[in-house]
DNA sequence: ATAGATGCAAAGGGTTTGCACTTGA
DNA sequence: TCAAGTGCAAACCCTTTGCATCTAT
């Protein structure tokens, strides 16, 4: 179905950066940090090689209300995430909650759930 | 700062599908049930209405992460929202969660929170 | 050699804005 | 009367796509 991925320097770069990053980075970001190292890097090419990577199981994106998709490497495990007001940064909470179920509705049914804390990080609260 | 809201018949069509909902909705929602009363209704207007009115402190939006914001009535109280997979339609959710604050990294610090649950509604669950 | 990847520029889709016209107060 | 509101079209922003060129395999 979807070919090999196949490695260029380009992707090498932002997979290097994913890997070495504590919290998921949109794609601005990431054009941003891989072009200081791929000079002329175009942004299709990210968003091009994000895709192909989320396609390929190595990457999730984490989706944040009226928030560019933030993206991750996959396997963290289940957890949530944090948006700092200030800083626009997103990053990730350990953990969950319990009895989400009690919210639902009679007949409804969940098949996942997103829990965003919205705030001041520890750098912008001072 | 804001001059006062005009009542228009685009308005008070809006203001009225809003009112009656039972669910929040979209501008492409509201623009396609506005439409059928009032012909010729502009895209622009639904959008200039709904920031108006969110301005004015009679709306309030429903952001899910990767979808376009639905509206409410304000004043609703705290709860959150359910996102049906299959028919795409946000449905409002009682009540709320403790023990947010125990998912928060050190000096991290909370304004607002945000729970979403996606699954099917009881209509598309069958 | 050759299919996949890249960069650029153009195209898309949803939202916003400029402008002349209409309308509520 | 006359500023606010409306409809249309153009502008915008972010994301995707087309295409000629480059490159990993």
Redesign the pocket.
Known sequence: MS?P???????DTLAEILERSERPLS??ELHAAASKR?R??????V???V??MVEAGELESVEIAGE??RYERAGKGHHHHFACERCDRVFDLAGCLENLRKLLPPKFRVRSHAVTLYGLCAACAG
Do not use: C, F, H, S
Not at 5 to 11: A, E, F, G, I, M
Not at 40 to 45: E, M, P, R, S, W
């Open positions: 070919p991925l196949r490695r260029t320097k380009q992707r794609v601005a791929t002329g890097l175009g942004i299709a090419t968003y091009r090689a895709g192909a560019p998709p």
